[in-house]
């Protein structure tokens, strides 16, 4: 099973409106992190935005917000005001809790192409 | 500049050749990391080392041969090289503490095999 869904692999949003970016996950820890990554057409991975799963408040990044339902295990991204400059891939990843093999890795989704039309 | 860098930035290669991926980190950062982004994007943990030590190994080819001389680099060494292995390679480091630590990647090497 996966354990990041991401399930729209393209978007389209005018420029200077909102967009929502959809994530949902799948854990059995109770302590665990979502971390959303930009990917740009240049290919570099660029990170925005985290959220703990013990955060009372929804993380926010300028305008980089997650909305973080932990009952519904979802963790969107809203980007407010869309530039053309974020247009790119957008991953949703997750860390779960620390393990005795010392794991710190990332599990990301497949990504959400985000095409801002002017 | 701190960042995490990566060379070559492009590789492109001949079946069963080896070639090597390098990789260094100036963040000061305990843990590093490859991963394999394919064709659609997907991208998939390789290896993790924390401090010289390998910690995950996924399952990966034995022709993929992780090297890390000091925590600050983890190089990678890919043997008989396969059409398969086409993808675009990335590095990334973190700190081993703190849930809430961001993976910081290079900017990628693309593999080209023909």
């Known amino acids: 099973a996966q354990k990041i869904t991401q399930t729209q692999p393209g978007m389209f949003v005018q420029e200077k409106e909102a967009v929502t970016l959809d994530c949902t996950y799948d854990?059995?820890?109770?302590?665990?992190?979502l971390f959303w990554y930009k990917q740009p057409s240049s290919g570099e991975m660029i990170f925005l935005i985290y959220?703990?799963?013990?955060?009372?408040q929804n993380a926010t990044e300028g305008r980089y917000s997650l909305n973080f339902q932990k009952a519904r295990k979802s963790a969107n991204l809203v980007i407010s005001a869309s530039q053309l400059g974020d247009s790119a891939m957008y991953f949703c990843?997750?860390?779960?809790?620390?393990?005795?093999?010392?794991?710190?890795?990332?599990?990301f989704g497949k990504g959400t192409k985000l095409s801002v039309i002017p | 500049d701190t960042a995490v860098s990566q060379t070559p930035k492009y590789l492109v290669t001949q079946m069963g050749n080896d070639k090597s991926i390098k990789c260094e980190q100036n963040l000061g950062h305990d843990t590093m990391y490859w991963y394999k982004q394919d064709s659609k994007k997907f991208l998939k943990i390789m290896f993790s080392y924390n401090n010289k030590e390998l910690i995950i190994n996924e399952t990966v080819p034995n022709r993929f041969s992780p090297k890390s001389p000091d925590k600050a680099h983890l190089n990678l060494h890919i043997n008989s090289l396969e059409l398969g292995d086409s993808a675009v390679y990335f590095c990334?480091?973190?700190?081993?503490?703190?849930?809430?630590?961001?993976?910081?990647f290079g900017n990628g090497t693309r593999l080209t095999v023909t």
């Open positions: 990843a997750m860390r779960e809790a620390y393990s005795g093999a010392g794991s710190y890795q990332l599990t």
């Open positions: 959220q703990g799963s013990y955060d009372e």
């Open positions: 990334a480091s973190s700190h081993r503490t703190g849930g809430n630590s961001p993976l910081h």
């Open positions: 854990t059995s820890d109770q302590s665990y992190g």
